[in-house]
């Protein structure tokens, strides 16, 4: 059966500093990877996805960015945080229809 | 642009009773529509899908409805039960690269 993982669980950064949050999935071969961020109170919203290894496709321009060095890794990645990069990340993956997610990470940044 | 919309942020119902959980949508092109369950702290899970050729879908508790003409669709679970308290998630999708998420009802199910 197909897993998805996430580290770390929960993050506290200082504002200006470096992000890494990564997921990786077992189970299937060449999914379509996503990383959502939940901010407080508000929704799912998509920031990058990726159908293959090195494609990434961003939805929102901000000082995010999002690499895929492996098949089943999936990297979100900032060099300088700002404090409304504060959230709950998500990491999803699919293969037709439904999107399956991590166990997610909270983000916050100080 | 918020092409998915739950327009109602919190939902309390009675243990035993109905819940329906509500949601709009404006982009025609969406033909996979979802909703998920999410708990704190917790990524959301997988509940119930409908494709745009149906306009209903039973899984035992939960039915998803959908109105293709009124881009409406709408989760119902009955009977509702205390483990049901959680944010629903709506969502909608065009050729599965896409999905869009609405923002959410906190459904409180009262014992």
């Known amino acids: 059966s197909q897993t998805i993982h996430q580290w770390p669980a929960t993050l506290v950064q200082p504002v200006g500093s470096p992000l890494s949050l990564e997921c990786t999935v077992e189970?299937?071969?060449?999914?379509?990877l996503y990383w959502y961020r939940q901010a407080a109170g508000r929704g799912l919203q998509l920031l990058f996805y990726s159908v293959g290894i090195g494609q990434i496709s961003s939805e929102v321009p901000q000082n995010l960015s999002a690499s895929r060095p492996q098949d089943r890794q999936f990297i979100l990645s900032s060099k300088k945080l700002l404090l409304s990069d504060s959230g709950f990340y998500l990491c999803?993956?699919?293969?037709?229809?439904?999107?399956?997610f991590g166990p997610g990470t909270r983000l916050t940044v100080t | 642009d918020q092409q998915v919309k739950q327009n109602s942020p919190s939902l309390s119902v009675q243990e035993g009773r109905i819940s329906i959980l509500n949601c709009d949508y404006t982009?025609?092109?969406?033909?996979?529509f979802l909703w998920y369950k999410k708990y704190p702290a917790e990524g959301p899970t997988f509940l119930i899908s409908i494709s745009s050729i149906k306009d209903k879908n039973e899984d035992g508790r939960f039915t998803v409805f959908l109105n293709k003409s009124a881009k409406h669709l709408s989760l119902h679970i009955v009977p509702s039960q205390p483990g049901d308290s959680a944010v629903y998630f709506c969502a909608a999708s065009h050729n599965n690269n896409d999905m869009r998420f609405g923002a959410g009802t906190r459904l409180t199910v009262k014992p």
């Open positions: 189970g299937t071969s060449n999914p379509n």
């Open positions: 999803a993956w699919s293969g037709a229809g439904e999107q399956y």
């Open positions: 982009n025609s092109m969406f033909d996979y």
